[in-house]
Protein backbone atom coordinates (compact mmCIF):
# COMPACT_ATOMS: atom_id res chain seq x y z
CA UNK A 1 0.00 0.00 0.00
CA UNK A 2 1.59 3.19 -0.83
CA UNK A 3 1.53 6.27 1.09
CA UNK A 4 -1.31 8.24 -0.07
CA UNK A 5 -3.33 5.06 0.40
CA UNK A 6 -2.47 4.08 4.01
CA UNK A 7 -3.21 8.01 5.27
CA UNK A 8 -6.71 7.89 3.44
CA UNK A 9 -7.40 5.02 5.29
CA UNK A 10 -7.05 7.05 8.59
CA UNK A 11 -8.17 9.85 7.72
CA UNK A 12 -11.76 11.16 8.56
CA UNK A 13 -12.30 14.61 6.36
CA UNK A 14 -14.34 16.58 8.66
CA UNK A 15 -16.51 19.56 8.39
CA UNK A 16 -18.10 20.88 12.03
CA UNK A 17 -18.29 24.52 11.44
CA UNK A 18 -21.78 26.07 11.97
CA UNK A 19 -22.07 28.32 8.72
CA UNK A 20 -21.20 24.86 6.38
CA UNK A 21 -23.37 25.46 3.27
CA UNK A 22 -24.74 22.63 0.99
CA UNK A 23 -22.01 22.72 -1.72
CA UNK A 24 -19.30 22.48 1.35
CA UNK A 25 -20.79 19.39 2.08
CA UNK A 26 -20.88 18.01 -1.54
CA UNK A 27 -17.41 18.98 -2.06
CA UNK A 28 -16.25 17.46 1.65
CA UNK A 29 -17.89 14.25 0.10
CA UNK A 30 -16.58 14.51 -3.60
CA UNK A 31 -13.26 14.53 -1.87
CA UNK A 32 -13.46 12.22 -0.05
CA UNK A 33 -14.42 9.55 -2.79
CA UNK A 34 -11.14 10.91 -4.68
CA UNK A 35 -8.93 10.00 -2.07
CA UNK A 36 -10.78 7.31 -0.81
CA UNK A 37 -10.76 8.78 2.74
CA UNK A 38 -11.92 6.46 5.65
CA UNK A 39 -14.65 9.11 6.17
CA UNK A 40 -16.41 12.44 6.52
CA UNK A 41 -17.75 13.66 9.70
CA UNK A 42 -20.38 16.10 9.09
CA UNK A 43 -23.47 17.84 11.24
CA UNK A 44 -26.58 15.75 11.93
CA UNK A 45 -28.42 18.04 9.30
CA UNK A 46 -26.23 16.83 6.46
CA UNK A 47 -27.08 13.25 7.26
CA UNK A 48 -29.06 12.78 4.42
CA UNK A 49 -26.87 14.34 2.10
CA UNK A 50 -24.08 12.85 3.19
CA UNK A 51 -25.18 9.68 2.79
CA UNK A 52 -26.77 10.16 -1.05
CA UNK A 53 -23.92 11.66 -2.19
CA UNK A 54 -21.71 8.61 -0.82
CA UNK A 55 -23.77 5.84 -1.32
CA UNK A 56 -22.43 2.64 -2.92
CA UNK A 57 -18.64 3.90 -1.60
CA UNK A 58 -16.72 1.83 1.60
CA UNK A 59 -16.72 5.73 3.02
CA UNK A 60 -18.72 6.57 6.39
CA UNK A 61 -20.78 8.75 7.48
CA UNK A 62 -19.76 9.85 10.68
CA UNK A 63 -21.65 12.27 12.54
CA UNK A 64 -22.21 13.91 16.10
CA UNK A 65 -24.49 13.64 19.12
CA UNK A 66 -24.66 16.01 22.35
CA UNK A 67 -22.15 17.86 20.72
CA UNK A 68 -19.80 19.80 21.42
CA UNK A 69 -20.13 19.97 24.94
CA UNK A 70 -21.80 16.73 26.21
CA UNK A 71 -24.02 17.94 28.43
CA UNK A 72 -27.36 16.45 27.22
CA UNK A 73 -29.48 14.09 29.13
CA UNK A 74 -29.00 10.49 28.09
CA UNK A 75 -32.71 9.78 26.45
CA UNK A 76 -31.52 13.01 23.81
CA UNK A 77 -28.33 11.74 23.31
CA UNK A 78 -29.95 8.20 22.50
CA UNK A 79 -32.65 9.93 20.19
CA UNK A 80 -30.08 12.06 18.45
CA UNK A 81 -28.25 8.92 18.03
CA UNK A 82 -31.30 6.58 16.47
CA UNK A 83 -32.48 9.67 14.76
CA UNK A 84 -28.82 9.93 13.18
CA UNK A 85 -28.72 6.19 12.29
CA UNK A 86 -31.77 6.29 10.87
CA UNK A 87 -30.95 9.08 8.35
CA UNK A 88 -28.03 6.97 7.22
CA UNK A 89 -24.85 7.43 9.83
CA UNK A 90 -22.82 5.19 9.83
CA UNK A 91 -20.84 5.56 13.11
CA UNK A 92 -20.97 8.04 16.07
CA UNK A 93 -19.06 10.21 17.67
CA UNK A 94 -20.55 10.64 21.52
CA UNK A 95 -19.40 13.88 23.84
CA UNK A 96 -19.55 12.04 27.28
CA UNK A 97 -20.71 13.93 29.95
CA UNK A 98 -17.53 15.80 30.67
CA UNK A 99 -18.91 17.39 34.28
CA UNK A 100 -20.07 14.24 35.33
CA UNK A 101 -16.52 12.34 34.57
CA UNK A 102 -14.96 15.01 36.61
CA UNK A 103 -17.92 15.12 39.69
CA UNK A 104 -16.76 11.30 39.53
CA UNK A 105 -20.04 9.95 38.46
CA UNK A 106 -18.33 6.85 36.64
CA UNK A 107 -22.12 5.23 36.25
CA UNK A 108 -23.44 7.60 34.40
CA UNK A 109 -20.61 7.89 31.99
CA UNK A 110 -20.74 3.92 31.24
CA UNK A 111 -24.55 3.90 31.36
CA UNK A 112 -24.53 6.76 28.73
CA UNK A 113 -22.06 4.80 26.33
CA UNK A 114 -23.88 1.66 26.77
CA UNK A 115 -27.25 3.57 25.65
CA UNK A 116 -25.96 4.72 22.70
CA UNK A 117 -24.09 1.82 21.39
CA UNK A 118 -26.77 0.03 21.23
CA UNK A 119 -28.04 2.49 18.25
CA UNK A 120 -26.14 -0.58 16.00
CA UNK A 121 -22.98 1.24 14.78
CA UNK A 122 -19.69 1.89 15.93
CA UNK A 123 -19.73 4.40 18.77
CA UNK A 124 -16.63 6.57 19.29
CA UNK A 125 -16.78 8.27 22.95
CA UNK A 126 -15.16 11.78 22.59
CA UNK A 127 -13.40 12.92 26.14
CA UNK A 128 -12.12 16.47 25.52
CA UNK A 129 -8.74 15.33 26.96
CA UNK A 130 -8.18 19.18 27.60
CA UNK A 131 -10.66 19.74 30.39
CA UNK A 132 -9.42 16.27 31.96
CA UNK A 133 -6.10 15.10 34.24
CA UNK A 134 -4.81 11.86 33.03
CA UNK A 135 -6.50 10.19 35.67
CA UNK A 136 -9.68 11.31 34.81
CA UNK A 137 -8.23 10.00 31.35
CA UNK A 138 -7.54 6.66 32.44
CA UNK A 139 -11.00 7.09 33.96
CA UNK A 140 -12.45 7.79 30.64
CA UNK A 141 -10.89 4.99 29.13
CA UNK A 142 -12.01 2.30 31.82
CA UNK A 143 -15.79 3.39 31.69
CA UNK A 144 -15.94 3.96 27.99
CA UNK A 145 -14.75 0.37 27.26
CA UNK A 146 -16.63 -1.21 30.28
CA UNK A 147 -19.83 0.72 28.43
CA UNK A 148 -18.91 -0.85 24.95
CA UNK A 149 -17.94 1.98 22.41
CA UNK A 150 -15.06 1.26 19.68
CA UNK A 151 -13.27 4.10 19.97
CA UNK A 152 -12.26 6.36 22.38
CA UNK A 153 -11.78 10.41 20.91
CA UNK A 154 -9.97 12.62 21.88
CA UNK A 155 -11.49 16.06 21.23
CA UNK A 156 -14.21 17.97 19.56
CA UNK A 157 -12.57 21.06 18.23
CA UNK A 158 -14.29 23.52 20.29
CA UNK A 159 -12.70 22.66 23.57
CA UNK A 160 -9.26 23.89 24.64
CA UNK A 161 -6.39 22.49 22.88
CA UNK A 162 -6.75 20.18 20.01
CA UNK A 163 -4.94 16.33 21.03
CA UNK A 164 -1.42 15.80 21.53
CA UNK A 165 0.90 13.18 21.07
CA UNK A 166 0.80 12.49 24.97
CA UNK A 167 -2.79 12.04 25.15
CA UNK A 168 -3.23 9.14 22.62
CA UNK A 169 0.39 7.36 23.91
CA UNK A 170 -1.79 7.99 27.38
CA UNK A 171 -5.12 6.48 26.01
CA UNK A 172 -3.39 3.79 24.30
CA UNK A 173 -1.55 2.57 26.91
CA UNK A 174 -5.06 2.09 28.79
CA UNK A 175 -7.15 0.61 26.01
CA UNK A 176 -7.18 -3.29 24.62
CA UNK A 177 -6.01 -3.23 21.56
CA UNK A 178 -9.40 -4.03 19.85
CA UNK A 179 -10.31 -0.60 20.44
CA UNK A 180 -9.69 2.57 18.37
CA UNK A 181 -8.30 5.91 18.92
CA UNK A 182 -9.81 8.80 17.25
CA UNK A 183 -7.01 11.80 17.49
CA UNK A 184 -8.85 15.14 16.48
CA UNK A 185 -8.50 18.60 16.54
CA UNK A 186 -5.51 20.67 15.37
CA UNK A 187 -4.27 18.06 13.25
CA UNK A 188 -2.82 19.94 10.06
CA UNK A 189 0.33 18.26 9.08
CA UNK A 190 1.23 14.68 7.95
CA UNK A 191 4.45 14.73 10.32
CA UNK A 192 2.00 15.08 13.20
CA UNK A 193 -0.56 12.90 11.39
CA UNK A 194 2.26 10.05 11.25
CA UNK A 195 3.36 10.79 14.57
CA UNK A 196 -0.39 10.31 15.59
CA UNK A 197 -0.64 6.70 13.83
CA UNK A 198 3.10 5.47 14.70
CA UNK A 199 1.30 6.72 18.96
CA UNK A 200 -1.88 4.53 18.27
CA UNK A 201 -4.50 6.45 16.62
CA UNK A 202 -6.43 4.73 14.61
CA UNK A 203 -8.27 7.19 13.13
CA UNK A 204 -7.55 10.95 12.17
CA UNK A 205 -10.48 13.12 12.59
CA UNK A 206 -9.22 16.64 10.61
CA UNK A 207 -10.48 19.96 8.65
CA UNK A 208 -7.07 19.52 6.47
CA UNK A 209 -7.77 16.00 4.94
CA UNK A 210 -7.17 17.38 1.59
CA UNK A 211 -4.17 19.45 2.79
CA UNK A 212 -2.61 16.71 4.57
CA UNK A 213 -3.03 13.60 1.73
CA UNK A 214 -1.39 16.29 -1.19
CA UNK A 215 1.68 16.58 1.40
CA UNK A 216 2.13 13.00 0.68
CA UNK A 217 3.70 13.88 -2.31
CA UNK A 218 6.87 15.15 -0.90
CA UNK A 219 7.45 12.77 1.81
CA UNK A 220 9.48 9.46 2.06
CA UNK A 221 8.10 5.94 2.82
CA UNK A 222 9.41 4.72 6.11
Do not use: W
Not at 63 to 77: C, E, M, Q, R
Not at 103 to 116: F, H, K, P, T, Y
Not at 123 to 148: D, V
Request: glycine fraction near 8%; charged fraction near 20%.
Amino acid sequence: MNLKNKLASYLESTLLTPVALKKDIGKLCQDALVYKFAAVCIHPTYITLAASLLQGSTIHVVTVVGFPLGANDLSIKVQEALLAVKNGATEIDMVINIGALKNGDMELIRREVSAVAECGVPIKAIIETGYLTKEEIIQACSCIKEGGAHFVKTCTGFGPRGVLLEDILLIRAHLPSTMGIKAAAGIKSISFTRELIDAGATRIGTSAAETIIKQADNVEIR
